[in-house]
């Protein structure tokens, strides 16, 4: 398969800045042995397909008092996995790291990581996790919810790189489309919910009247 132009260059221009992150995270790895790749392997087949993050979302809408903030948080995740699944991934059509170099090949064998299929750009896994922890952090905004939110997505963009099976500039530029994607999230259903609170109203005067 040719390699697009959007894919050559993303390689040529983060090069230096993959290569680094990804060899310090490899480096990691030789000094734990294998004694982290249960857990990175644990979170992102968590993350899968955005499983954990869809189901704390429909979790939250559960209960009236947080159904606003799980209903922000799962359309942030489905913008977000349209934007990165069903357009960038094919548009720009950058094959994963250990597809790309016989050393991040090595390094991808070393983690003991499962087999990856499809493209590497960006990152699915760091785009819903990004699209829902901004989206919590969006609606119930407090240091709690921006702690736990940069844990979750520090963590998620730790694991898909130690496993290389994301370069480090797939996990930025998911993180970049996660917040634009709960960002709009919030404006769709804040204003969504004002129009139902305002039609809700002036049903109410009318039956009073």
Known sequence: METTALAMWLNAAFALFDATVLGALHALAEAAGFALTPLFG??????????????????????????????????????????????????????????????????????????EDGFSFPSGHMT???????ALMLARPSWKTALAGSLAMLLMGTARCYLVAHYPSDVLAALVVGALAALVA???????????DARARRSASKAKA
């Open 128 to 134: 819903a996790a990004a699209a829902a922890m901004f």
């Open 42 to 115: 644990l979170v992102s087949l968590l993350g899968e397909k955005g499983a954990c993050f869809f189901a704390l979302a429909l979790a939250l809408m559960a209960f009236r008092r947080t159904r606003r903030v799980g209903t922000v948080m799962l359309v942030a995740i489905c913008l977000g996995a349209i934007a990165s699944n069903v357009v960038l991934k094919d548009l720009i059509a950058r094959p994963r790291p250990f597809e790309s170099s016989g050393l991040y090949l090595e390094w991808w064998r070393f983690a003991g990581a499962a087999p």
């Open 186 to 196: 919030q404006i769709v259903v804040t204003r969504a919910c004002s129009a139902f």
